[in-house]
């Protein structure tokens, strides 16, 4: 079977234009599936930030993606939302305030906090670093497991800068300890182990406003059954060369997935390449880690304070 | 000397610890907190009496004055218990969740015959004050129309790797939404201008929370009938040291606007100003604390306003019968937009 990923732009920006074109990007990669019982939808919420700031996954991606389901698989599916708690965000809130708790309820779907299900410690090794991770048993016992990222740069954490978050990234998210933050010491390496565990069956991208600089209204959705593959395309879309991308080379020495011969269905590439906003990993590290760093060294030379919010991070 | 005890050690309480602990006369010999990390805190800047229960650090004869920074839905009960005790009483805004609240604090306070002041750090920022300065001389004669701004980020805490309490999603604790948000705008409007009515308010949400996100708001001055606009918001992603806050005089000779007032580039604001305290500290002169952030040394104006009217026993800049008027009037905000807009109830 082909490697296929799928780039559609939406032609209008409401929820009738995400839907036709998240229909369009699912239907161009010939998915096949046997059995379509439990599925589980995985977006990503990051703080408390609306979808147009291009930080959290847009809600109308997922209604659309729980409608195919429902039209294509089956109508009876047991769909549930999910994410993790994480180091500054409640998934309960986050569902509440980005506008899934009404989806939920418009849906009849069910939203599961993955920091709350029963967990299994798996020993996972990466590049020669061995480590446990904490996975909720849900994310391996649904028949479908559907990945929805955002397209966006980043983030700078804790002296790693990795050049963009997307498919590999969003499932970090699966992790169901909530203080992360610990694992960003080793951040690729923990990303492609739970690359290595997690295996989506299905990831659809909401690219419909993207994170570069600034938030742009990119208007792209795409889809594809290889995550790495997805990744491969998005790190192109964005500008960036996917092989000067160390996650990538990473996930993919790992055996994460497979970018060989994968091939570019619907839009053209340079056609969903040309919007993308570019902004250097040295931005990041100047905007996050060094202001931070600086102003606890102004503090300690000039005795003046920072604020505690500043301080505790 | 003012012997200071701090009630509650969230981010605002951790701040005024530290604010404290660089004025002069002032000590703080005690803390209340239920969190043992915030305890932990506290201890670490060398402070020895530390509590659970902040009654326990109330029956501190030796404590002169209190800084309560506890959730809204607590500080009736904390002023009640502190006052009684004989303490003046530093709280942060709102005074309470209601103007019924507001008032018997207030008869609490005029019986005890302790200071209260409630903080209103907006009214001691650089620009305010000069904007203030310029419309009291007369300089834009008499204001017709102004305009409040303030849009920021309501839940994500800047940097801060920790989630917002819990009670921040509870509408009963939280109180009205505007009591947190808006609270700044109106009091500034009525500061500049006198008891005000709205004539319209608008409450809408942007995000599915069980309360409003933003608001539009217009007001006008009972006094000299001044229209204010203000428009006030928690939707707007925002990273330190972003901030969107301004206020716009229209007058019959001029204008005059808070963003005359304030850094163009914050960041160049931050290297100049953390430079000049470098070099003031490497010759000895005194630093100008968080004058790297404009907005941020409100904080430590408003509590040298504070210990000084204790000192000098006169009343605080900012007084209960303030804090009342203010959430009074924003009480009858919520009025004309929920007769405006019943289906928003």
Redesign the interface.
């Known amino acids: 079977m082909d490697n296929l990923v799928s780039l559609i732009h939406v032609e209008s920006f409401n929820g009738e234009g995400i839907k036709k074109a998240v229909y369009e990007a699912i239907d161009l990669i010939d998915l096949s599936l046997s059995s379509v019982g439990s599925v589980v939808i995985k977006p990503n919420l990051r703080?408390?930030?609306?979808y147009s700031?291009g930080?959290t996954t847009d809600p109308r991606v997922v209604s659309a993606i729980i409608d195919y389901v429902r039209e294509r698989w089956n109508d009876g599916a047991d769909i549930k939302i999910v994410e993790s708690?994480a180091?500054?965000?409640?998934t309960k809130?986050a569902f509440?305030?980005?506008?899934y708790?009404?989806l939920a309820h418009e849906k009849s779907v069910e939203l599961f906090n993955l920091s709350k299900d029963e967990i299994y410690e798996k020993e996972i090794s990466v590049d020669g670093y061995k480590f446990m991770l904490p996975l909720p048993s849900i994310i391996f016992s649904s028949d479908l497991f559907i990945n929805v990222p955002k397209l966006k740069v980043g983030p700078y954490a804790s002296g790693q800068c990795l050049h963009m978050t997307c498919a590999l990234k969003n499932l970090f998210g699966c992790i169901a300890k909530p203080?992360k933050?610990e694992y960003h010491p080793h951040l690729r390496e923990v990303i492609v182990g739970v690359n290595k565990l997690v295996k989506p069956h299905l990831t659809v991208v909401d690219g419909v406003f993207a994170l570069g600089k600034n938030p742009v209204k990119l208007g792209l959705i795409m889809a594809g059954g290889d995550n790495l593959s997805v990744e491969f395309i998005a790190a192109e879309v964005m500008g960036y060369n996917p092989d000067g991308i160390d996650l990538i080379r990473l996930a993919s020495k790992e055996g994460v997935g497979n970018i060989k011969d994968v091939k570019v269905v619907g839009e053209s590439l340079d056609n969903a390449r040309k919007h993308f906003p570019k902004r250097s990993r040295l931005g990041f590290k100047l905007?996050?880690g060094l202001q931070?760093s600086l102003l606890l060294l102004?503090a300690k030379?000039?005795?003046?304070?920072i604020?505690?919010?500043?301080e505790?991070? | 000397m003012i012997r200071v005890g701090i009630i509650g050690l969230g981010k605002m309480g951790r701040l005024r610890l530290k604010i404290c602990r660089l004025l002069n006369d002032v000590k703080v010999v005690a803390v209340a907190d239920s969190s043992k990390r915030a305890l932990q805190f506290a201890e670490n800047t060398g402070i020895k009496q530390l509590y659970n229960d902040y009654n326990d650090l109330l029956k501190l004869e030796d404590v002169n004055a209190v800084i309560i920074s506890l959730p809204n839905f607590m500080h009736v009960e904390s002023i009640t218990a502190a006052t009684e005790t004989g303490k003046h009483v530093f709280v942060e805004k709102p005074l309470a969740r209601t103007s019924t609240e507001c008032e018997h604090i207030g008869n609490l306070v005029r019986r005890s015959g302790v200071k209260l002041m409630v903080g209103h750090n907006y009214r001691f920022f650089d620009c305010v004050e000069k904007v203030r300065k310029i419309y009291d001389e007369g300089v834009i004669g008499e204001a017709e129309l102004s305009t409040l701004e303030l849009v920021y980020d309501g839940f994500t805490p800047w940097l801060e790797p920790r989630p917002m309490p819990e009670w921040y999603f509870d509408p009963d604790k939280i109180g009205m939404w505007l009591l947190d948000a808006g609270y700044h705008l109106v009091d500034l409007f009525q500061w500049f201008f006198g008891n005000s009515e709205p004539l319209y308010a608008y409450l809408g949400h942007r995000y599915h929370l069980p309360y409003e996100d933003h608001a539009v708001i217009v007001l006008r001055s009972n006094e000299d009938l001044t229209k204010g606009i203000l428009n006030v918001g928690w939707f707007c992603k925002m990273i330190f040291p972003q901030f969107n806050f301004r206020m716009i005089l229209h007058g019959t000779a001029g204008f005059t606007s808070t963003d005359q007032f304030t850094p163009r580039n914050i960041y160049l604001h931050i290297v100049k100003e953390s430079t000049k305290n470098i070099f003031r500290r490497f010759f000895g002169a005194k630093i100008e604390v968080l004058s790297y952030t404009y907005y941020y040394m409100s904080y430590l104006k408003e509590l040298k306003n504070f210990f000084n009217s204790i000192k000098n026993d006169e009343e605080p800049a900012v007084t209960v019968n303030d804090a009342i008027k203010t959430v009074r009037t924003i009480e009858d905000i919520y009025k004309v937009a929920y007769d405006e807009y019943p289906h928003k109830r």
Request: glycine share 6%.
């Open positions: 703080w408390y930030w609306d700031t930080e708690d180091s500054a965000m409640r809130h509440k305030i980005l506008g708790e009404k203080r933050v905007s996050w931070l102004y030379l000039s005795g003046d304070i604020p505690p919010v500043l505790s991070s």
